[in-house]
Nanobody
Framework: VQLQASGGGLVQAGGSLTLSCAQSGAQSGADFSDLDLSWYRQFPGKLRELVATLSRGGRIHYVDSVKGRFTISRDNAKKTLYLQMNRVKPEDTARYYC??????????????WGQGTLVTVSS
């Protein structure tokens, strides 16, 4: 399984950015539509933190700091996960990672990480 993240870059505070994460290959035999999808971010010197999740069944969760500003979505036909980032703030500056895991797999089954894409928000 390979996940190719893209869309990061430099953006001014208050601006917008869309991150994409495209899957290639098979993941535990599951179709992309059977995957639970997530975006994480990592600040320098910190552990990765969850930003948003979109389950196979369509349930969505956002961390409080991005609610109302970020939108997670998926295109199963394109095997792609998105994170629309609006009204970005300097504190959103981080490396963003996509993570996928089969919703049909046992709980102990691993997931897969994308390589990360850097978002830098200037004030």
């Amino acid at each position: 399984v390979q996940l190719q993240a893209s869309g990061g870059g430099l953006v001014q505070a208050g601006g917008s950015l869309t991150l994409s994460c495209a899957q290639s290959g098979a993941q535990s035999g599951a179709d992309f539509s059977d995957l639970d999808l997530s975006w994480y971010r990592q600040f320098p010197g910190k552990l990765r933190e969850l930003v948003a999740t979109l389950s196979r069944g369509g349930r969505i969760h956002y961390v409080d700091s991005v609610k109302g500003r970020f939108t997670i979505s998926r295109d199963n036909a394109k095997k792609t996960l998105y994170l629309q980032m609006n009204r970005v703030k300097p504190e959103d500056t981080a490396r963003y990672y996509c993570f996928v895991r089969s919703a049909l797999a046992p709980p102990q089954a691993p997931g897969y990480w994308g390589q990360g894409t850097l978002v830098t928000v200037s004030s």
